[in-house]
């Protein structure tokens, strides 16, 4: 450290620490990766997803209440690509026909219904 | 659609002081304390009352001309030491300290019972928490035997151990304290661990084999004490008002003219009309010759005849003031000045101590009473309220976790914006208890003394770390040996 003197031992730690940070890190820190549950989060408005697949969307907070819409309407992802067995809807079962007229989600994702199972 | 926002740095919490003629900070979040220079002091300067990206804040360093390279170094220097922070600071949770905490030390309380009848007592006064009725008034050597056999076996991984002895008058129960120390000795001994004792007295009890035992045995004292004659005999009487300075004084001295091996240090409390700090540390330390001198503001509620007022508290801090600046003055000399209060903090600030609890209280520390019940410390002894297992059952770990989780200075809203609370974490758990009826609030009614002297003790440490830092290093040695 050039311009703190660290004068007890904490502070002599921390100098320790300061160290190994600048010989570690890449000298331009505006430029940092910021991930999306990273502190400081990015700005995101409160209503959109941050990624389209129905059933699945979540808010900037990693919640569902800032949403449009809520995710219950659909479950999209649910019925496509689910390991579960006991997925609803159940594309084996009960709701075969459920994404018939949704040939491509990010386009005719009206075309899903309620279900109820 | 998302939008990336550019994070601004803000001052982390910090507290600035100054010391011949350099420039300080405490750092709040570690318990750090930095000398800083000029290109600190005008970064913190323009992240005063505003948050700057760090495009901004390096291109106002530079704009009075500093090279834009020595710029970017000096904001990453600060934000790598935390003394500049990217945004909100992120939340801090309270961590509980680990379950397994190692025992450390107990307060054994050999006897209940007093031979005076100081008028301010916390065990006896209009305050007392304790419910001793139908208990055992004197420990039986049994209970001080599984006492010493609980703190061993709850020492996991600690190479030393401690009992204080404690009471009600302590003396009034020797008997039972020489037979403990010769039994600790040999337990310990035989668990590969050491031990040290130390005990708390009125001294009104004291005689030469006493204090030969106490010598031979390395048995740290504490003398309860209030100062010279008409002070001491205000509050601190016997049973028919007699005072007791006339019976302690030449007991004292065969204390500390024979006792070699720790120093003898006295503990005064301060009470409304006892507040003659300096002439009381003269008495104590010049006439009669204690090693050690510390002074405490008496716990009460907040209406009692002797408790001390706003007025009484700032007469205090301004002799506290004048001693100070007298410790100071020998600490510059290489001497040690024996006023306990700076002392102590001092040695806090050497480590840099950040404190999740005021003390060690239930967490290191326990209180045994006469009956063998664990209380966090001696102040809960014999309160039934506070009872946290006993010593043939061992800890009770669910009342010990309530009582920890309560008494964590995260957990104490009010402490969140002082810059005092890793030294203070809110203050006592018992003053707490006896104040506010909880133990987990901060000591309110003390906030800004507590800050006060930590400035003041702040400043102490500056001015020494920049005139005589061979004296703190010597200093923490000599603690470490203590």
């Given at each position: 450290m050039k311009h703190l003197r660290a004068i007890n031992k904490k502070a002599r730690a921390i100098g320790e620490a300061v160290a190994q940070i600048e010989a570690a890190t890449p000298s331009d820190m505006e430029e940092d990766v910021v991930a999306l549950q990273q502190q400081p989060r990015p700005h995101v408005p409160m209503g959109c997803t941050l990624s389209f697949s129905p059933g699945w969307e979540v808010d900037a907070g990693g919640g569902t209440a800032g949403l449009c819409q809520p995710v219950e309407r659909d479950i999209y992802d649910c019925y496509v690509t689910c390991f579960w067995p006991v997925q609803v809807p159940d594309h084996v079962n009960y709701s075969p026909d459920w994404a018939s007229n949704c040939a491509t989600a990010t386009k005719d994702w009206r075309n899903l219904d309620l279900v109820f199972p | 659609m998302t939008v990336m926002q550019a994070p601004a740095y803000a001052r982390a919490e910090y507290h600035g002081f100054e010391a011949s003629g350099s420039h300080f900070v405490y750092l709040v979040s570690a318990g750090a304390i930095f000398e800083i220079d000029a290109d600190v002091r005008a970064v913190l300067a323009r992240l005063d009352g505003q948050q700057l990206t760090h495009a901004?804040?390096?291109?106002?360093?530079?704009?009075?001309?500093?090279?834009?390279?020595?710029?970017?170094?000096?904001?990453?220097?600060?934000?790598?030491?935390?003394l500049i922070q990217l945004g909100?600071?992120?939340?801090?949770?309270?961590?509980?300290?680990?379950?397994?905490?190692?025992?450390?030390?107990?307060?054994?309380?050999?006897?209940?019972?007093?031979?005076?009848?100081?008028?301010?007592?916390?065990?006896?006064?209009?305050?007392?928490?304790?419910?001793?009725?139908?208990?055992?008034?004197?420990?039986?050597?049994?209970?001080?035997?599984?006492?010493?056999?609980?703190?061993?076996?709850?020492?996991?991984?600690?190479?030393?151990?401690?009992?204080?002895?404690?009471?009600?008058?302590?003396?009034?129960?020797?008997?039972?304290?020489?037979?403990?120390?010769?039994?600790?000795?040999?337990?310990?001994?035989?668990?590969?661990?050491?031990?040290?004792?130390?005990?708390?007295?009125?001294?009104?009890?004291l005689t030469s084999e006493i204090v030969t035992f106490l010598s031979d045995n390395r048995v740290g004292v504490t003398v309860s004490m209030d100062g010279p004659p008409d002070v001491q005999d205000k509050h601190r009487v016997y049973k028919n008002g007699k005072g007791s300075y006339a019976v302690i004084e030449p007991r004292l001295r065969t204390l500390i003219a024979h006792h070699k091996t720790r120093a003898i240090t006295a503990r005064v409390t301060l009470t409304e009309g006892v507040t003659d700090v300096v002439r009381i540390?003269?008495?104590?330390?010049?006439?009669?010759?204690?090693?050690?001198?510390?002074?405490?503001?008496?716990?009460?509620?907040?209406?009692?005849?002797?408790?001390?007022?706003?007025?009484?508290?700032?007469?205090?801090?301004?002799?506290?003031?004048?001693?100070?600046?007298?410790?100071?003055?020998?600490?510059?000399?290489?001497?040690?000045?024996?006023?306990?209060?700076?002392?102590?903090?001092?040695?806090?600030?050497?480590?840099?101590?950040?404190?999740?609890?005021?003390?060690?209280?239930?967490l290191g520390l326990m209180g045994v009473s006469p009956s063998g019940d664990l209380s966090p410390c001696h102040r809960f002894t014999d309160a039934d309220t506070h009872t946290m297992g006993h010593v043939s059952s061992g800890i009770d770990r669910a009342k010990q976790g309530a009582f920890l989780a309560k008494g964590h200075v995260e957990a104490k809203y009010d402490c969140q914006s002082c810059w005092a609370r890793p030294l203070c974490a809110g203050g006592c758990h018992h003053e707490a208890f006896v104040r506010y009826g909880d133990t987990g609030h901060a000591n309110l009614h003390y906030c800004d003394w507590i800050r006060q002297w930590t400035d003041t003790c702040l400043r102490i440490y500056g001015v020494l770390a920049v005139q005589n830092p061979g004296f703190l290093e010597r200093f923490a040695e000599r603690k470490g040996l203590s």
């Open positions: - | 901004a804040l390096v291109r106002e360093l530079s704009s009075d001309g500093t090279d834009p390279d020595e710029a970017e170094a000096l904001v990453r220097e600060l934000r790598a030491a935390r909100a600071a992120a939340p801090v949770m309270p961590q509980a300290p680990p379950a397994d905490f190692p025992l450390q030390a107990l307060v054994l309380n050999v006897t209940n019972q007093c031979n005076l009848a100081c008028t301010y007592c916390y065990e006896f006064g209009a305050d007392k928490i304790a419910t001793p009725a139908g208990k055992p008034k004197y420990m039986t050597l049994e209970t001080a035997k599984a006492s010493v056999d609980l703190l061993i076996n709850e020492a996991v991984g600690r190479k030393a151990v401690h009992i204080t002895f404690f009471g009600g008058e302590t003396l009034m129960n020797f008997k039972l304290l020489r037979d403990v120390v010769g039994y600790a000795n040999g337990a310990t001994a035989a668990a590969g661990k050491a031990i040290t004792y130390s005990l708390t007295t009125n001294a009104t009890l540390f003269r008495h104590l330390k010049d006439d009669l010759g204690f090693h050690e001198v510390g002074f405490a503001p008496v716990t009460t509620g907040e209406e009692r005849a002797y408790s001390l007022d706003d007025n009484g508290m700032d007469s205090v801090l301004a002799q506290f003031n004048i001693l100070a600046e007298e410790w100071l003055e020998y600490a510059l000399r290489g001497e040690s000045h024996g006023f306990t209060n700076v002392s102590e903090t001092i040695s806090e600030l050497i480590s840099g101590v950040n404190k999740s609890h005021p003390c060690g209280a239930g």
